[in-house]
Structures are given as C-alpha cells and as structure tokens.
C-alpha cells in the first residue's frame, strides 16, 4: 500500500461521510453541512464524490452546485448506470489511483487557508468501489473522521447501528451522525437514546418537500428547505461540536508526547537519552505505514500542511508485522471471538480456535518431529518454556538431578532470547542482562562465523579463534551458494566438524560440564546484533550434536548411557534441539520455518510475533512426542508447571488462525514471484530450474527424508533487491557490510572510534536521515549499536520497497 497521510489540518476539516445504507439523504446532508460551514463559521468549503453513479443530470455534485453555490464540487469518476459502482465501471479504478486522487485534492483544498469538505461516499459502508473493495476497507487508509447518516425508514435502526459498528471496528472516528426526523418509525429518538453513552452527537432534523412539479417549483421549495434548516439553531449546534472535536484532536495529539514523558517508562531506552522531542506520536496505522504526529519544526507553520504524516513502520513494529496494520480479516477474527468467547480458561480444556491453531501450526513447520503444542503468550516466555521442556528431557534420559546438578545448555554468542530471567540464562553476558542481579548465564556459547556482502561479494566472515584452521573469508558468487547442501562436503564443513567435536570433548570430558539443550535462534541471530549466522556451521552443530550421544551421557552410568539409544528417527539425540523462532519463523524469510533453509529440524521450537500478524501478544512452543513423554509420571510434580491466565486465549488463537491462512496462501498464490524472480536470475535455464525446485519444496507434504529434513534445496530471496543490497556493500565510506534475507534488511556501518556492538551511536545519524523525511513521509527504523535494520511486512508490494530503498540510498548518499 502507498502512503497516503491522514489528513488533519488545524484550520481545515474534512470528514468523509457515509450512509448506514442507500437512499438515506447523504448528499441532501453534505449540501446542509457545507452551507452551513460557509454561512455560519464563514469558510470556504468543498465537496467531493470520488465515484458517483446515475445520469449527469442527477449527479450529486449538481445538486450541491445548485443548492449551495458558494461550495467547489469535484468528482472522479461518473459511471452513466445508477447501479454499485463496481457493475457500473466500464474499466477497473484501481484503489491506488483513487486513493491518490482523493489524498491529493484534500491537500490541495487545505493550501487554500481555512475551510471545509466533505468527501462522499456511493452507498452504504460495505458498498464495493469500483474496483470491487468494500468502501470502509478502500478509504481506511485516509482514516479521515466519519459523518454516519443513519437510516430513517423501517429497519433503519438496525442498518444504522451496523453502519457504526462496521466503522467502527475498523479505526475510523465516527464524529457525528445525522438522519431525518420521522414521526412513524421514531428511529432518531431510539438512535439518540443508543448512542448517547458513546457521546457521539446525533443530528436530526426535518425531511426535505416531497418532489413537485414543474422543476422549478420544486428548486424553489427545496432552496428554501436548505436556507431554513443550514441556518437552524440544531445544525449550528452540530457544527460547532465538530469544530470543537476537531480542535480537541489536534490538541490531544500536540500534547501527548509531553504528557507520556511524565508518566511511562519505555523498554529499551535510557530515559536520559529521551525528551517529549524526540517521542513518536502515532495516530493511527494501516498496511505498512503509522500515521505519526509532523511536530512543528517539520512542517509549514500557516495551517496549510497536515499535522499528520506517513511513516513506513521500518521495524515491523518489532518484528510483529507481517500482513499489513488495519487488516480487516485479523480485525473481523478477533471480533468474532470476543463475541463467542472473550476469554475462557484453558487449564484442563479446550475450544475450537486452539484446537485449529494447534493443527493449523504444526501443519504449517511442517516438521515431523513436532507433535505437541503448548501456548504462553510471548516469545521470551515461549522460549523459556522450550527450556523446561528440553532440560526435563535430558535430566530424564541422563540421570542428571535438577536440584544438584549444574546443568547448562549450548548457544551462540550474540544470542537473545527475551528478557525473563530463564531466556536471560540461555545467552551469554551482554548489555541486554549484566545489570540484573538475577542473571547468571548458565551456558556455553560458540562463535558463529557470520554472512556478509561486502563490496559486492558475500562472503562468511569467521571468528578469530576459527581463521587459523580455515585461513582468509570464503567468498561466494550468490547468497544462494551459501545455503547449499553441496558445502557439507567442503573444508569448512570438515573443519566446523572437527573443532565442533573438540569444542565439546573439552567441555564434557575435561571440564565435567553437562548439558541439556543446544538453543539457537536458526539463521539470524536477532537482537544480539542482527548476526546472518553461516548456515553451515549451525548445521554441522546440529548434526554432531545428535551423533554424540557418548560426550553428554559420559558422566553418568551405562543404564543412563543406554537409554539414550533410540531407533525412532524422530527421537531427540544427543541433546533436544531448541529453535527459536520467534523472530525467523512463520515466512519471515519467505518460507514456513527458518530451519528449513538450514537443511534440519528441530525438536523444540518456539513461535510468536507473525504468529498473529502483529495483531495480539500470543506464542507457541511446539515439542516432540519424546520431549513430551519425559513429563509424564504419576506424579503431578513431574508435569509441566507453566502457565498463565491467559493461556490460549480464544481471540488471540483465532486471529492466529487467519494470520497463519493468509501467510500460506499469499505463499501458494505467486505474489512473491517478483522478489524471488529478482534473486534467482530466473531468466537463465538455472534460475528456472531453482524456481521450479522452490515451488515443489513449498508444497505440503514437503519431500523429507527419513530423518525430516527436507530433500529439496529452497530457494533464498529477499523482499530487498539484489542490486540494490550490492550497491549498498560498495559504499565503503560509510557502510563495512549488508546482508538481505527475506524481509529482513541489515546495514552495518563503519564506527571510526573503534566502538562497536550496540553500545556504537554510529548507526543513530542514518535513522535520524530516514526518519526526518522527505516529500511529506518518512521511514521509522530502529538501530542495534553500529547496525541499522529494516523490516518490510509480507503484503508490502514491490514499487513500495523499491521507494523505500530510494530513501535509504539517498540518506546514505548511495
């Protein structure tokens, strides 16, 4: 979606008005409106019918032409047939185009001093566009304060409240809602009645003369109809109401930063570091973008800009976002099971939105290992859960006691699990945990030699206890050669094997230490540093892991030794593998689970953020059979005690549901094929061959061999262009590497003092750039020390990301 702006100017109201169903008076409204605002508050005023439909003799903009002279009308579109706009259309309107009409002449009208408009719609809310979108989903990303004209005939209470509640739901503003007086039906009395605790005002007045003829008596009777009821003393009152709900809005939005500073304290940030300034006051969101407050050093200050802008959520407001802010399916989902359920108890029951989402789930990771599902309700506490579940495990099969025995796990340096004090204890000390008193960091870390394109090549950069076995970086011709299955029989292959191995021997056999888990975040390893881990050595870590049985049982007796033997391929080995996936999973890099491009599977892996969508705080941590089977005794001691009151919560699940749908079906439906075509050369004999391999290995059931991992290779492509990435790595003033993967950007940038890692500021100027703006929107990014990433969703759409990449090159100087 392109980035329109809410339009909101201190000296301009606008407000789109919509009709709880057709033949409710909306224009007959919009002409008494307009009037009035060019009578009573002396403003110039416009009005606007983006697609109107009918004969253009009866188009609404004559009407208000004729009746109130002093409004300038427009219109887009006139389709002849008075039928839905969408049947009347002889060519498709795209939504884009008439978004981008409707936003531009709003702003052009506002460069014209203080005033009025009314943008009117065709029907009623869910009427389709001519492109076939239901109104209320193709005008939401204008987001502009609504004028309902309830219905007043028989049934038009029904109409009307649904009208409501369909805006409503959907993040609109409703400010006032106006109907004809009748003295049948007495709809404007039960309305005022209804919405009276919602404190929206309602606006009733008589209906216009019943049509007489010849025409000219007719203009006449209605020409004085409209002179008598814009000047009545309840459309004055409605008028200055909407005024003083406009001025209210703008000032709450002006003095929210300064008002939060007083009272909250935020995650992630030295308060000292903060001010009111520098606070980002969002409005509202849709698709990609937030709708942020354009403080007054970014704007004209004669009335004339908005207050408003768009902002590309650059972070996928922390990784959440994957199918666009405002998703009306998400929206419609949560609904109905607040509806149906609220929230219900889960301890020792079951309802229908956690029972699809738990056969929903493991059908979409797609691996044959995972069998069990256990929700919690963030990524940081999913892993944590993982941990008990892995390190119960392997205390079971080796003989290990929980209360005497030491018993840590194996990661990665630059890892970050969350912030609870068990996920703190699976990564190695760092600024994210050496000031609680709690941590301690139970674990060893290897060093992973970490992906990077650099001036124009990628290259896998080790780690300098590595480079004296393995000698300079590897380089490699394309992203792709580094995710191929072809380098387990390469030297790096055999020389992570070796030092791996004797990494561990040191660790079980010299030092005595024992394990319970390998943990690692497969792929990227996130917050630590947006680290693009070789793909080869967490596999070949995987793999003598599983193959080494003996270094974790060596400790114990032979009856522990022997149990750790299993003939079920699917068994855990060695140690239970735990993936966090709570940042990679769930088609972040373009497919189900971030382990399939790793070539293995795990045994416990943790599931949040695109889970659902971004919509509501929900996760899941999913197990095999035989990491479920060690909790099981007579005993309720041995189960796994871990939850909390909102476990599985029914509206959470069901939004999780749609999100995980339109995840697999936006994969199975092409809309991607421009990226992908973008990174696989697709053009040549090769490139066709790797796409037609990618789209059988995305299939369900994926080929797997005995073992679960899979037998095709899948193809690696990012939302951000190949050339674009490249160009990025040749600027070596400022940039030392970049990496792309999915909708993942990383930029790390060249820190002259020597710092480095997050504690580096180097990487605050490129996001100040980006967030200052330009042409009227900017890009929200967030930084890790000298790296600044960014995030597209998984809708954004390809002329999107490209303008994006614009921004950044010219914020970079590229």
């Not at 006032?176 to 606006?203: C, M, R, T, W």
């Not at 949560?334 to 029972?355: D, N």
């Not at 522990?560 to 068994?571: H, K, N």
């Amino acid at each position: 979606m392109a980035q329109y702006g809410a339009a909101l100017y201190r000296k301009f109201q606008v407000y789109q008005v919509f009709g709880a169903n057709t033949n409710v008076g909306k224009t007959i409204f919009s002409t008494l409106f307009s009037r009035a605002a060019s009578r009573n508050q002396g403003e110039r005023s416009w009005y606007l019918k983006p697609v109107s439909t009918g004969p253009l003799d009866d188009a609404d903009v004559r009407h208000i032409g004729r009746y109130a002279p002093g409004v300038q009308t427009q219109n887009f579109y006139q389709f002849e047939n008075p039928v839905s706009p969408h049947l009347a259309a002889q060519v498709e309107v795209p939504n884009e185009s008439l978004l981008e009409k409707t936003a531009s002449q709003i702003h052009t009208n506002a460069q014209n001093g203080p005033g009025f408009m009314i943008v009117e719609t065709a029907g009623g809310p869910h009427s389709p566009g001519p492109s076939g979108t239901s109104q209320a989903d193709l005008y939401r990303p204008l987001r502009l304060p609504i004028l309902l004209i309830a219905d007043s005939h028989l049934g038009g209470i029904s109409t009307s409240i649904s009208a409501y509640e369909s805006l409503k739901i959907r993040g609109y503003d409703i400010d006032g809602i106006a109907l004809f007086k009748e003295d049948v039906y007495q709809n404007a009395d039960y309305l005022q009645q209804y919405f009276h605790e919602s404190k929206v005002p309602l606006l009733s007045v008589e209906q216009p003369p019943p049509a007489i003829k010849p025409s000219s008596a007719d203009q006449a009777a209605m020409s004085t109809y409209y002179s008598s009821v814009s000047e009545s003393p309840s459309v004055t009152s409605f008028m200055s109401t909407l005024t003083d709900r406009h001025l209210q809005r703008i000032d709450r939005i002006e003095n929210m930063a300064a008002s939060a500073y007083s009272r909250m304290w935020w995650p992630f940030a030295q308060h000292r570091e903060l001010s009111p300034q520098s606070l980002n006051t969002i409005d509202s969101a849709y698709g990609d973008y937030f709708q942020t407050y354009q403080k007054p050093k970014a704007r004209k200050q004669d009335g004339t800009e908005s207050l408003l802008r768009p902002t590309v959520d650059g972070s996928a407001s922390w990784w959440t976002q994957g199918l666009g802010h405002g998703n009306p399916d998400l929206m419609l989902s949560a609904a109905h099971a607040a509806g149906r359920y609220g929230h219900v108890m889960f301890a020792s029951g079951v309802h229908e939105p956690a029972m699809e989402l738990a056969d929903r789930l493991i059908s979409t990771v797609n691996n044959p290992r995972l069998n069990r599902v256990f929700f919690s309700d963030n990524g940081s506490t999913a892993m944590e859960v993982g941990l008990k579940m892995a390190l119960k495990a392997a205390c079971e099969r080796y003989g290990f006691s929980p209360s005497k025995d030491q018993v840590d796990i194996l990661g990665f340096k630059n890892s970050y699990h969350g912030d609870t004090i068990g996920s703190m204890d699976m990564s190695e000390p760092s600024v994210y945990n050496e000031k609680v008193p709690w941590y301690r960091g139970k674990g060893f870390w290897f060093d992973c030699p970490s992906v990077k394109m650099r001036q124009g090549k990628w290259v896998i950069e080790k780690p300098e206890e590595q480079r004296a076995g393995l000698g300079k970086p590897s380089t490699f011709g394309s992203l792709q050669d580094i995710y191929s299955a072809e380098r387990d029989s390469s030297a790096d292959a055999e020389f992570y094997k070796t030092y791996i191995t004797s990494t561990l021997e040191r660790l079980t056999q010299k030092e005595k230490r024992k394990f319970g888990a390998l943990v690692l975040e497969p792929v990227i390893l996130g917050a630590g540093g947006m680290v693009l881990a070789d793909p080869l050595f967490q596999r070949v870590l995987v793999n003598v892991i599983r193959s080494s049985s003996h270094l974790f049982s060596a400790s114990v007796d032979s009856k522990a030794s022997s149990a750790s033997v299993t003939t079920d391929p699917f068994d855990w080995a060695g140690l239970p593998i735990v993936a966090d996936e709570v940042f990679t999973g769930l088609y972040r890099l373009g497919h189900p689970n971030a382990c399939e491009l790793l070539h293995f599977q795990p045994d416990i892996s943790a599931h949040a953020k695109l889970l659902t969508g971004g919509l509501l705080p929900l996760s899941i941590t999913a197990a095999s059979e035989s990491v479920y089977n060690a909790f099981l005794s007579d005993s309720k001691v041995d189960a796994l005690l871990h939850g909390h009151s909102y476990t599985a919560h029914a509206v959470g699940c069901a939004v999780a549901n749609t999100s995980l749908q339109q995840l697999a079906d936006i994969d199975a439906s092409g809309k991607w094929d421009a990226f992908k075509s973008d990174w696989s050369g697709s053009t040549s004999i090769l490139g066709q061959l790797k796409t037609a391999f990618s789209d059988i290995a995305k299939s369900k059931p994926t080929l797997l061999k005995p073992d679960g991992t899979p037998q095709i290779e899948l193809q690696v492509w990012s939302q951000w262009s190949q050339k674009f990435v490249e160009d990025l790595s040749n600027h070596t003033q400022r940039v030392e590497s970049v990496w792309a993967l999915g909708s993942v950007l990383a930029i790390s940038l060249k820190d002259g003092s020597g710092k480095g890692g997050y504690t580096s500021n180097v990487a605050h100027g490129l996001r100040e750039a980006l967030y200052e703006g330009v042409d009227g929107w900017n890009i929200h990014s967030r930084v890790l020390g000298n790296v600044l990433y960014l995030m597209t969703s998984q809708v954004a759409q390809e002329q999107d990301v490209r303008r994006w990449e614009k921004r950044v090159r010219t914020a970079l100087g590229v």
